[in-house]
Nanobody, 119 residues
């Protein structure tokens, strides 16, 4: 059974930093793509960043220059380093993974971790 477990969320002041981690278990090999999404209250879930198992990464415009996604294939773990946090970054952050490199959806999701940025 595949499980994605996030950690590292919490409360931080504007301008601060947090590092999210997501560990995948129950997987043989490495997922082609792992990503971070977020959902703020009253808003749709949005993609924040994704990374392939060859290290090719993309970041949403809203977080470019502030957030960095990385992964450790050997540990099946993906990270999201978040710097210069803004109150509008407040959301539940979800880790996701998929086998297909070119697919709009994800096969697996974590339970989410809350990030709250105070003014």
């Amino acid at each position: 059974q595949v499980q994605l477990v996030e950690s590292g969320g919490g409360l931080v002041q504007a301008g601060g930093s947090l590092r999210l981690s997501c560990a995948a278990s129950g997987i043989i090999g490495s997922l082609s793509v792992m990503g971070w999404h977020r959902q703020a209250p009253g808003k749709q879930r949005e993609l924040v960043a994704s990374i392939t198992n060859t290290g090719r990464a993309m970041h949403a415009d809203a977080v470019k220059g502030r957030f960095t996604i990385s992964r450790d294939n050997a540990e099946n773990t993906v990270y999201l380093q978040m710097n210069s946090l803004h109150p509008e970054d407040t959301a539940v952050y979800y880790c996701a993974g998929r086998w297909a490199q070119w697919s709009p959806g994800y096969d697996y999701w974590g339970q989410g971790t809350q990030v709250t940025v105070s003014t």
